[in-house]
Every structure is written in structure tokens, then in C-alpha cells.
């Protein structure tokens, strides 16, 4: 069973807006602070954004500050990355990733999903 399970990737034009899910199963998600790394080929995967256990604190990355927010709905075990205001060097794969540990940053994940591709066009 994959725990987690991203979604909602695709292609958009510079300036426009997504929104990723990731969905966690088969672990009790209000123990977890959950994050968004994202990795381009040939470079090393890079932090993006993180939030809490519950929901009240979170952390971003210079790079997408004031363009990216991360949530969560405890309801439905899933994590939130909105992304607007896109631009092309935001295209990369993005990876989920859940921790154990209730201090960051860092945000040091123990589990990754699988990816999903966001490209923006000029």
C-alpha cells in the first residue's frame, strides 16, 4: 500500500495556478507534519513548504514565499499545496513527504510519494 498518493500536477502558463493534493493512508495523519519538496533533472531535491501536525505553523522556502501555501483537512487525510502566480522555473517534479519529527526545519521526511510533474509554459 502506498501511503502517499499526490495529485492535481500538470501544465500551466506562467502566471496561472495549481493545486496539489497529497492523500495519506494507512498511518494516523494528525501525528505527522507534512511538507512539499519538488526536484528538477540533474539537481537535488529542494525543499519547498511544511506544516505542522495540526495545522497552526508552517515553513516556506524563500523561492516561493508569498506565492505557495501549504494546508491540511484532517477530515480527509490530506495535504494541500496551492500554487500561484507560477512561474517557469517552478517546473519540476513534486514530491509529498510526511515526518515523524514535530520540530523543523529541517524537515527531514520519512516518507515520499511518488511524484507528480508541474510544468509551467512562457
Known amino acids: 500500500q502506498v501511503p502517499l498518493v499526490e495529485s492535481g500536477g500538470g501544465l500551466v502558463q506562467a502566471g496561472g495556478s495549481l493545486r496539489l493534493s497529497c492523500a495519506v493512508s494507512?498511518?494516523?495523519?494528525?501525528?505527522?507534519?507534512m511538507g512539499w519538496f519538488r526536484q528538477t533533472p540533474g539537481k537535488e531535491r529542494e525543499f519547498v513548504v511544511a506544516i505542522n501536525w495540526n495545522g497552526d505553523r508552517t515553513h516556506t522556502a524563500d523561492s516561493v514565499k508569498g506565492r505557495f501555501t501549504i494546508s491540511r483537512d484532517g477530515a480527509k487525510d490530506t495535504v494541500y499545496l496551492q500554487m500561484n502566480s507560477l512561474e517557469p522555473e517552478d517546473t519540476a517534479v513534486y514530491y509529498c513527504?510526511?515526518?515523524?519529527?514535530?520540530?523543523?526545519?529541517?524537515?527531514?521526511?520519512?516518507?515520499w510519494g511518488q511524484g507528480t510533474q508541474v510544468t509551467v509554459s512562457s
Open positions: 513527504a510526511l515526518s515523524s519529527r514535530r520540530s523543523f526545519p529541517p524537515f527531514l521526511a520519512d516518507v
Open positions: 494507512g498511518r494516523p495523519f494528525i501525528r505527522y507534519a
